[in-house]
């Protein structure tokens, strides 16, 4: 399932402020991994000892080593270390770094598709280095601590808590322009973006992406070009995917046309999904779509195939199912879906099941979470801590604050469930400032516990609440490594969404000065571009000339330009999507998201000669990810939303939630 080019429009950024979904650019290279993504990516293959087995059904490392070259490398102390030996066979065209291999490892092969995602891929300087061993070299890590580490939560749920951040700070703007300029205001034209029009959609673009689904030359192209007929949402693309369900060749355009038949939302294309709900080969693909079409009336047959496959203990299969059931919201079989919950075993399972309970409204699913809350599986108590954060009632803030345990997991979910908690309560309500109290302590303290001050930080930010703002800047002032690097790319990112007048002049400086640290320098560019900073846009164009320059860094700059929302940057971008090189398809998807986040109507014509006319494949499908993006019916776009609050990056076992998730 490498080789999936997820033409996401927006991947993992993009919800109402990503006017992208998410699946086309990160499967072609722009599921945009955090900067320190990679690192965690790697460390999560580095050791086989099972302490528990982990929901993605992989071993949860305990040895205390450096990766192999198939686990992106061997890290050493000193922070060298190599970068290890790509995954060469059939990466996907996607945008994480899907066989795509890092600056410090052997490249793979030409056949690597344009994806980013990092699986199986070499990294810079191998892994660790830091306190907890996760930035540049070094290599001591326990599974455990990887999944506690606050980029792997942030990264896979970012597009909701971006566009949902975005969204609060826009009440009240009236700006008459999409993309991010309606969020923020600057002086200048080319900030007035022109949206595209239906016609250039149905004239121009429908025709290319039809005949791209059938493209003889690369089944990243096909793939891109299914996923961008499931954003455009036409009628009229409906068959053309029902086509490619059972005529491609290629078995992963086949499943990817299934998730982008429910991405139309086009009530045609209910029938096909049905019936490829019944074929062994299809259930969990087909079960998505369902989902992403939104059709109620699936949960009936969709809750006896999950109930079969819970009987023969097919937990891979029955996740899925569980995620499609709770996407759709029908509060009337909450105990069915839930029952696995009361009974030993099947703890991957009720992982997902957790997380779909978080989906449905009603006292039901809240006292089944409740239940998960009480689980010895640590995995399941995560889940259903991040979960509960859904039902803001004093009960529930009572348990999530009275969570005593020693589980590092449990502890760092806590403070994101709580600071989502208070988003749904006025600013002056006595919990919503009794949170902000307890996250600032615990931000102020990572010498106590590193982990939860940076899930803390992260909390604040969420929030938005200035309580912690002057720590932060005094932290970050001039050069000082009094933090982990780890610990002040949070503040950084935190920064970012305070959006106070004083961040963007630190933010500025530390992406300037900060080299050698790239992952610090990428959050920077980030929360400059969430702020709306205008005055960093030359600066972040600079670090994306770099034709060498980091993908930890380039990619947020990809997303930050984006952001900013000036449509003379869509060139930039353009040409930052074609350039190839070893460790580039992560970059190279951020563009496309970057270009589809801008969302002008001038990048049409640009895109479609690159689509229509260029001699490398890889270029061809990038630009199709990026008209995706463009051209996207949801202004938050759906597959990412499927999995909001799931806290597991890679899931090897569970193919489809592994592929999907990445591909967000």
């Known amino acids: 399932m490498a080789r999936r080019i997820v033409a996401i429009g927006g991947a993992v950024l993009a919800l109402l402020l990503f006017t992208m979904g998410t699946v086309q650019a990160d499967r072609l290279g722009g599921a945009y991994r955090g900067p320190f993504e990679d690192d965690v990516q790697q460390k999560e293959e580095t050791t086989q000892e099972v302490t528990p087995e982990s929901p993605s059904g992989e071993a949860a490392p305990t040895k205390e080593t450096g990766g192999t070259d198939d686990s992106g490398g061997m890290g050493t102390d000193d922070g060298s270390g190599s970068g290890g030996d790509d995954d060469t066979t059939s990466p996907p065209p996607s945008g994480d770094d899907d066989g795509a291999g890092m600056e410090g490892g052997d490249t793979g092969t030409e056949k690597q598709a344009p994806t980013g995602d990092s699986s199986g891929a070499g990294n810079t300087g191998g892994l660790g280095g830091s306190k907890i061993g996760v930035g540049p070299g070094g290599g001591k890590t326990r599974q455990r601590e990887v999944l506690a580490f606050w980029p792997f939560w942030f990264e896979h749920n970012k597009e909701w808590l971006l566009a949902d951040h975005l969204k609060r700070r826009a009440a009240g703007a009236s700006i008459p322009v999409v993309s991010s300029c309606f969020y923020f205001t600057a002086p200048g034209n080319s900030r007035v973006i022109t949206p595209i029009n239906e016609d250039v959609k149905l004239r121009k673009i429908f025709p290319m992406l039809v005949e791209a689904s059938t493209d003889r030359e690369s089944p990243w192209i096909r793939d891109a070009a299914v996923f961008a007929l499931g954003k455009l949402g036409a009628a009229e693309g409906v068959p053309t995917l029902v086509d490619r369900v059972y005529k491609d060749t290629d078995a992963q355009v086949r499943e990817d046309a299934l998730l982008a038949l429910g991405l139309t939302r086009q009530k045609a294309a209910f029938e096909p999904l049905m019936k490829a709900l019944g074929d062994p080969r299809y259930k969990s693909y087909a079960a998505l779509g369902l989902a992403l079409l939104g059709h109620k009336e699936a949960v009936g047959p969709l809750l006896k195939e999950y109930k ?10 029955a996740s899925c199912l569980a995620v499609a059931i709770g996407a759709l919201a029908d509060e009337s079989h909450v105990d069915e879906l839930a029952d696995p919950i009361r009974k030993p075993g099947n703890d991957k399972l009720k992982v997902f099941i957790c997380q779909a ?308």
């Not at 930080?457 to 050069?479: C, K, N, V, Y």
């Not at 330009?561 to 940057?569: E, M, T, Y």
């Not at 995706?628 to 899931?651: A, M, S």
Request: glycine residues 8%; charged residues 30%; positive net charge.
């Open 357 to 664: 309970l978080g989906r449905i409204p009603g006292d039901a699913s809240e006292v089944w979470l409740m239940r998960a809350l009480a689980s010895k599986d640590d995995e399941v108590k995560a889940a259903a801590i991040l979960s509960l954060a859904e039902f803001p009632d004093k009960q529930v803030f009572s348990r999530l604050t009275g969570v005593k345990t020693s589980n590092r997991m449990a502890k760092v979910f806590t403070q994101v469930a709580l600071a989502r908690f208070a988003l749904d309560l006025d600013d002056k309500d006595k919990m919503r400032r009794h949170i902000a109290s307890t996250l600032n302590d615990a931000a102020e303290k990572p010498g106590k516990d590193e982990y939860v001050a940076m899930y803390a930080t992260l909390g604040l930010a969420m929030m938005t609440d200035p309580i912690a703002t002057g720590f932060f800047l005094e932290s970050l002032h001039g050069d000082s490594k009094k933090f982990s690097l780890e610990n002040r790319s949070a503040m950084v990112l935190a920064l970012g969404f305070l959006g106070s007048p004083e961040a963007a002049v630190i933010l500025r400086h530390k992406l300037k000065t900060s080299v050698g640290e790239p992952e610090l320098q990428g959050y920077a560019a980030l929360a400059l571009g969430l702020m709306g900073d205008m005055g960093s846009k030359e600066a972040i164009r600079d670090e994306l000339s770099d034709t060498r320059g980091k993908a930890q860094l380039q990619r947020p700059a990809c997303w930050a330009l984006g952001l900013l929302g000036d449509r003379d940057d869509v060139n930039v971008l353009i040409s930052v999507l074609k350039r190839e090189g070893p460790g580039r398809h992560s970059v190279r998807g951020a563009a496309a998201i970057g270009i589809g986040l801008i969302g002008d109507a001038s990048a049409v014509d640009k895109l479609l000669k690159i689509a229509k006319r260029d001699r490398n494949t890889s270029n061809r499908a990038f630009a199709i990810a990026a008209l995706g993006c463009l051209i996207d019916k949801d202004p938050v776009p759906r597959l990412p939303q499927l999995f909001k609050n799931t806290h597991y990056r890679k899931i090897k076992e569970m193919e489809v939630l592994h592929e999907s998730l990445k591909s967000l």
């Open 308 to 317: 079969a496959l819970v009987r023969v203990r097919d937990q891979k299969t």
